[in-house]
């Protein structure tokens, strides 16, 4: 069964920094790409970032170009998502998500995570 775990999310001031986690299991590591999204109220889920985790390559939506980091321990099965400059309009539901392929739509993705609440105060 395959399962995603995130965590590390919580309240942070403007400006401030937090690193989103996410736990993988039930399927070969390697063999897939984990993506981050979010969603904030009233609003779609949108792609910001995935890795490819059988050779480590990053893409990144222009909006979180320079504030994001996506990495990945393939040891630990874990991706994290480092955010620093942390914006009131990064406030949202943060979700990870698997796939074969990647990218940065919903529905490219097979498998999702239940999500960890970020929430920025001004």
């Known amino acids: 069964e395959v399962q995603l775990v995130e965590s590390g999310g919580g309240l942070v001031q403007a400006g401030g920094s937090l690193r989103l986690s996410c736990a993988a299991s039930g399927f070969i590591f390697d063999d897939y790409a984990i993506g981050w999204f979010r969603q904030a109220p009233g609003k779609e889920r949108e792609g910001l970032s995935y890795?490819?985790?059988?050779?480590?390559?990053?893409y990144y939506r222009e909006f979180v170009k320079g504030r994001f980091t996506i990495s990945s321990d393939n040891a630990k099965n874990t991706v994290y998502l480092q955010m620093n400059s942390l914006k009131a309009e990064d406030t949202a539901v943060y979700y990870c998500a698997a796939d074969r392929h990647g990218g940065f739509k919903t529905y490219e993705f097979d498998y999702w995570g239940q999500g960890t609440q970020v929430t920025v105060s001004s």
């Open positions: 890795i490819s985790l059988s050779h480590g390559t990053a």
